[in-house]
């Protein structure tokens, strides 16, 4: 059953795209609508999916358990000062009034929101192929329009629609970013460092791995940088139950050691972990990359 489309959703429903015949969607009634009648119905909770029809209902990304830990750790401010600083970045690109800011890979769309209140006139759109992290973020900001899609694939937007995207800890599709960004627009990567959570790494069996920033670098080859490589540390101060929420609203969700709980208690609280996190920000090539 669909739901009237919200107006985060309609206001920016013609810069979306079909993922049948990648043309324009505009709002119709409940659902968003091309000019070849291909139709997408609103979910109950906000959110629109545009994925092949074959792959709408599939279980990927995120799942409710990993959304609801990250929605915990994010609402008690234990990565205010990474949301912070994305702000700032985007503030000092100075953007258009009325800029859309995509955020390829959203999660729960806690950073998105940061960075819309300090872009009163911009318009966000939060994309994510987790239905889990869909549905919350559905409800994170009245200037944020929700869609489920696959940005490994392609991001369902029109060409040269966005202003600004983040990606905070998420899959990075560089040529689709490169077709969706207007001429002169950024995007802000945010990727851990090596010592992100490094107290932890008795707890599970991923890393961060030491050559990351390179292969980052390499992704985006002929993308100039506007800025330094700004690194963001903070201390997290953390219960047994934060920091079982942290390993498992990530990766390492998957990985944790069988004596994981055990470990964990004999650990004093606070635990004091450290949080590391290096941003970069890419302008759109001049010449697309393909
Ligand atoms: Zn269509």
């Avoid at 869609?147 to 899959?171: G, H, K, M, Q």
């Avoid at 069996?205 to 993308?223: C, D, E, N, Y």
């Avoid at 450290?274 to 001049?286: G, Q």
Wanted: hydrophobic share 45%; proline share 6%; glycine share 6%.
């Amino acid at each position: 059953m669909s739901s009237a489309v919200p107006a985060s959703l309609a206001c920016i429903a013609e810069l979306l795209r079909c993922p049948a015949c990648l043309s324009p969607l505009a709002a119709g009634q409940g659902s968003l609508i091309c000019a070849r009648r291909h139709a997408y119905d609103v979910a109950r909770h906000g959110y629109v999916t545009l994925l092949p029809s074959a792959r709408r209902c599939c279980p990927i990304g995120d799942d409710a358990g990993m959304i609801n830990a990250r929605a915990a750790i994010m609402d008690a401010g234990h990565f205010e000062p990474l949301t912070t600083a994305l702000a700032e970045r985007a503030c000092s690109l100075a953007l258009p009034d009325s800029s859309v800011v995509l955020d390829a890979g959203a999660g729960t769309g806690h950073h998105l929101v940061g960075v819309l209140a300090e872009l009163q006139g911009a318009v966000g759109v939060a994309v994510d192929v987790s239905r889990a992290a869909s549905r919350r973020a559905a409800r994170a900001h009245h200037r944020i329009a929700r869609v489920r899609s696959d940005i490994w694939e392609e991001i369902p937007l029109c060409d040269a629609t966005v202003d600004l995207a983040i990606s905070v800890f998420a899959p990075r599709n560089p040529d689709e970013l490169a077709r969706v960004l207007r001429p002169g627009g950024a995007v802000v990567v945010a990727t851990p460092a090596p010592e992100h959570l490094q107290e932890l790494a008795t707890l599970h069996a991923i890393s961060v791995h030491r050559t990351k920033a390179m292969r980052l670098q390499h992704l985006f080859t002929g993308w100039p940088s506007a800025d330094r490589v700004q690194r963001v540390s903070w201390i997290l101060r953390l219960t047994h139950q934060d920091v079982a929420r942290i390993l498992t609203m990530g990766p390492a969700a998957h990985h944790l050691r069988p004596d994981f709980l055990g470990h964990l208690a004999a650990l004093n609280e606070p635990v004091r972990v450290t949080a590391a996190v290096e941003l970069r920000t890419f302008r759109r090539p001049e010449h697309r990359l393909r």
